[in-house]
């Protein structure tokens, strides 16, 4: 029996992922191997696209809530004008 280098559950020697995060192990053993050579390239191409889509994201959100805003408004401003 060995521990989940995740979660550290209880695992044995010949499991290949974690029964109960699921990690895989080998993923692991590859990405510790490669943070101890200084081999990051993969790990930062990879950040750098989630920052990127992460961008997108809130800004598609800004300019929904924006427009939001607008309609409410002018919606508003032709119920205030009908009394004029």
Known sequence: MTT???CQAAVE???KECPKCG??????QE?????????LS????IAN????EFNW???VIV???VAGIFYFMSENAKELLKDF
């Open 31 to 39: 990405r510790e191997s490669n943070v101890t050579s200084g081999n």
């Open 63 to 65: 300019a929904i809530v």
């Open 57 to 59: 994201t809130i800004l």
């Open 49 to 52: 696209a989630t920052s990127s």
């Open 42 to 45: 993969k790990y930062s191409v």
């Open 13 to 15: 020697e010949a499991d």
């Open 23 to 28: 990690i895989l192990f080998s993923k692991w």
């Open 4 to 6: 989940c280098p995740q």
